[in-house]
């Protein structure tokens, strides 16, 4: 089943089209990646699945029921999360009551305080933030951040989780744990789209790959139809050659 | 030496109300971004409604029960009706602090302009609590010692409804961020309505305890408003330990400077919000 769909999404900011006439699907289960070069409508098109952003035209279905038009909390309350390319953790207050924020308002029936709090403290130690759960958020790492986020979006419990560049900017080390994160996770049965640069995630994780370029769909395949499209190699190439001159 | 303890105790004794109206604004201005100069027009009906109320038999301490949860209603609409419209319509945040300042003006005019129409403009005062009470060897009416005393003791609850409350949480969360609490689940346009409408409630409260102590006009909302400007902006923006100590503080300055000149009591505050601005934006608690 679709769980996921978009039809004809498009998104303008002034005479710029950030996302132009895309449809797309994801399938319960699937982890998808949605890729493409920088400015290419990625983030845009998250905006406007988790209602930050309104479609100017197009329709957005969850769960086979139209969602645009729909408040931030009421798709989250549906069961959509998210975490953000740069992070927006709430930094004045404590790790847990970031995640316990997530737990209280964000299911569709909203936690107890008590349930909330353990909940969280599960999460925390699902995702080994444990040790700074009284910590204030700011004082994280960038990768402890992202890590928050993850939890944060995860105490919703959404049935979608949409990540958007979880990997970029950690090192080696932290990249394995990001990978491993994202498959306990799919694990769970939560299904999961990615923004993502670093290809080598991209392919070894995902099931589709969906590519934007100029806010248009230009692939959508399997990572090896990806990895061979003609298409997607020129706009890449181009890029390279691009940043070469 | 007298001086002094009759300055830092007379400055204490109106501090308290000072601190209720400012965490009233920082709710308003820090979390719902409406920077209200209305806010002292809740106060002056607040204390109106108080006036009126003991005109006519009840004791002014129980309007504290009624025109709470009015003034909160009022807040409340007024944010749901007309701010919410404005930040929904506006293209940024920018546009919408200073479409809802505008809007704010106006509100300001019609609130006092009502006011004036039925109380018209002659200070109104009433005796209540009125004997004295000797603190260090200095004498204060009894009155100004119930009336501190009720607002630290709403000002502490409404802290702790902040700190521990479901509520409370989703406060702290649209503070710092609206759009990321709305992804995580939080009614924003509910939860900034009630901080506009507990905003009222704590001006309209202030008010009911000025007008215990103090003569009340339908003009005096706007020298309120100033002062809580200020001890926001002294306190931290957003910061409501910082509004509940800067209002203390902001007491104690006022009551100085006016010993030693009355006239230029509000000129100090502004001298304090501009030396803040340029020395200390943040305030004393901000983040
Ligand atoms: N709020 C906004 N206002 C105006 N223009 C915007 C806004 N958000 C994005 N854009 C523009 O829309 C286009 C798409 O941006 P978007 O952030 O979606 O790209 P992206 O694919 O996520 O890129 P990146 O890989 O760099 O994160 C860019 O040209 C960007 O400058
Ligand atoms: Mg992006």
Same mark, same amino acid.
């Given at each position: 089943?679709?769980? *996921?769909?978009?039809?004809?999404?498009?998104?303008?900011?002034?005479? *710029?089209?950030?996302?132009?006439?895309?449809?797309?699907?994801?399938?319960?289960?699937?982890?998808?990646?949605?890729? &493409?070069?920088?400015?290419?409508?990625?983030?845009?098109?998250?905006? *406007?699945?988790?209602?930050?952003?309104?479609?100017?035209? &197009?329709?957005?279905?969850?769960?086979?029921?139209?969602?645009?038009?729909?408040?931030?909390?009421?798709?989250?309350?549906?069961?959509?999360?998210?975490?953000?390319?740069?992070?927006?953790?709430?930094?004045?207050?404590?790790?847990?009551?970031?995640?316990?924020?997530?737990?209280?308002?964000?299911?569709?029936?909203?936690?107890?305080?008590?349930?909330?709090?353990?909940?969280?403290?599960?999460?925390?130690?699902?995702?080994?933030?444990?040790?700074?759960?009284?910590?204030?958020?700011?004082?994280?790492?960038?990768?402890?951040?992202?890590?928050?986020?993850?939890?944060?979006?995860?105490?919703?419990?959404?049935?979608?989780?949409?990540?958007?560049?979880?990997?970029? &900017? *950690?090192?080696?080390?932290?990249?394995?744990?990001?990978?491993?994160?994202?498959?306990?996770?799919?694990?769970?049965?939560?299904?999961?789209?990615?923004?993502?640069?670093?290809?080598?995630?991209?392919?070894?994780?995902?099931?589709?790959?969906?590519?934007?370029?100029?806010?248009?769909?230009?692939?959508?395949?399997?990572?090896?139809?990806?990895?061979?499209?003609?298409?997607?190699?020129?706009?890449?190439?181009?890029?390279?050659?691009?940043?070469?001159? | 030496?007298?001086?002094?303890?009759?300055?830092?105790?007379?400055?204490?004794?109106?501090?308290?109300?000072?601190?209720?109206?400012?965490?009233?604004?920082?709710?308003?201005?820090?979390?719902?971004?409406?920077?209200?100069?209305?806010?002292?027009?809740?106060?002056?009906?607040?204390?109106?409604?108080?006036?009126?109320?003991?005109?006519?038999?009840?004791?002014?301490?129980?309007?504290?029960?009624?025109?709470?949860?009015?003034?909160?209603?009022?807040?409340?609409?007024?944010?749901?009706?007309?701010?919410?419209?404005?930040?929904?319509?506006?293209?940024?945040?920018?546009?919408?602090?200073?479409?809802?300042?505008?809007?704010?003006?106006?509100?300001?005019?019609?609130?006092?302009?009502?006011?004036?129409?039925?109380?018209?403009?002659?200070?109104?005062?009433?005796?209540?609590?009125?004997?004295?009470?000797?603190?260090?060897?200095?004498?204060?009416?009894?009155?100004?010692?119930?009336?501190?005393?009720?607002?630290?003791?709403?000002?502490?609850?409404?802290?702790?409804?902040?700190?521990?409350?479901?509520?409370?949480?989703?406060?702290?969360?649209?503070?710092?961020?609206?759009?990321?609490?709305?992804?995580?689940?939080?009614?924003?346009?509910?939860?900034?309505?009630?901080?506009?409408?507990?905003?009222?409630?704590?001006?309209?409260?202030?008010?009911?305890?000025?007008?215990?102590?103090?003569?009340?006009?339908?003009?005096?909302?706007?020298?309120?408003?100033?002062?809580?400007?200020?001890?926001?902006?002294?306190?931290?923006?957003?910061?409501?330990?910082?509004?509940?100590?800067?209002?203390?503080?902001?007491?104690?300055?006022?009551?100085?400077?006016?010993?030693?000149?009355?006239?230029?009591?509000?000129?100090?505050?502004?001298?304090?919000?501009?030396?803040?601005?340029?020395?200390?934006?943040?305030?004393?608690?901000?983040?």
């Amino acid at each position: 089943m679709h769980i *996921l769909e978009g039809e004809g999404v498009t998104k303008y900011f002034g005479g *710029l089209a950030a996302v132009s006439d895309v449809s797309f699907y994801v399938d319960e289960g699937e982890v998808v990646g949605l890729i &493409g070069p920088n400015g290419a409508g990625k983030t845009t098109l998250f905006n *406007l699945i988790s209602a930050a952003l309104e479609p100017k035209t &197009g329709e957005i279905r969850f769960k086979g029921k139209k969602i645009n038009g729909l408040k931030p909390y009421q798709i989250c309350r549906l069961g959509i999360a998210r975490t953000f390319q740069t992070v927006k953790i709430f930094g004045n207050l404590p790790v847990i009551e970031n995640v316990r924020i997530g737990s209280l308002f964000g299911p569709f029936k909203g936690l107890s305080t008590a349930d909330a709090t353990r909940e969280a403290n599960e999460l925390l130690e699902f995702m080994g933030l444990s040790d700074v759960a009284y910590a204030p958020a700011r004082d994280l790492t960038l990768a402890h951040q992202k890590r928050l986020e993850v939890a944060r979006a995860l105490a919703t419990k959404p049935t979608l989780l949409m990540l958007d560049e979880l990997m970029a &900017g *950690l090192n080696q080390t932290e990249l394995i744990e990001a990978m491993d994160l994202v498959k306990k996770i799919r694990e769970k049965g939560t299904t999961i789209v990615m923004i993502e640069h670093v290809m080598k995630a991209i392919m070894n994780i995902c099931d589709r790959i969906i590519v934007l370029h100029h806010g248009k769909k230009i692939a959508d395949g399997t990572p090896q139809e990806v990895a061979n499209s003609k298409t997607v190699i020129e706009v890449y190439l181009g890029e390279a050659s691009d940043a070469g001159n | 030496m007298d001086l002094i303890i009759n300055i830092v105790l007379g400055g204490l004794l109106i501090g308290g109300i000072y601190s209720l109206i400012s965490m009233g604004l920082s709710l308003q201005y820090g979390v719902a971004k409406v920077l209200n100069i209305a806010h002292g027009e809740f106060l002056m009906v607040g204390a109106f409604i108080t006036y009126w109320l003991q005109q006519n038999g009840v004791d002014p301490l129980l309007t504290i029960v009624v025109g709470g949860p009015l003034l909160f209603l009022v807040g409340f609409i007024l944010y749901r009706t007309v701010f919410t419209s404005i930040r929904l319509k506006a293209p940024n945040t920018g546009v919408y602090e200073s479409n809802s300042l505008l809007a704010a003006f106006g509100l300001y005019f019609i609130v006092q302009n009502i006011a004036v129409l039925i109380w018209g403009t002659t200070p109104q005062r009433f005796s209540y609590l009125a004997s004295s009470v000797t603190i260090l060897g200095e004498d204060f009416n009894e009155n100004r010692l119930v009336a501190t005393a009720f607002a630290v003791a709403i000002g502490a609850a409404f802290y702790l409804f902040l700190e521990r409350t479901r509520i409370g949480k989703a406060i702290r969360a649209a503070a710092q961020d609206p759009l990321t609490a709305g992804l995580m689940g939080v009614d924003i346009n509910f939860v900034l309505a009630l901080c506009f409408g507990f905003g009222a409630a704590m001006a309209g409260l202030a008010g009911v305890l000025i007008s215990i102590c103090y003569p009340i006009t339908t003009t005096m909302g706007l020298g309120y408003t100033v002062i809580a400007i200020v001890v926001v902006t002294l306190g931290g923006l957003g910061s409501i330990p910082g509004s509940f100590i800067g209002g203390f503080i902001l007491g104690i300055i006022g009551t100085g400077v006016t010993y030693w000149e009355p006239g230029l009591a509000v000129a100090s505050y502004y001298v304090i919000f501009i030396i803040l601005l340029l020395v200390r934006p943040k305030g004393i608690m901000g983040k």
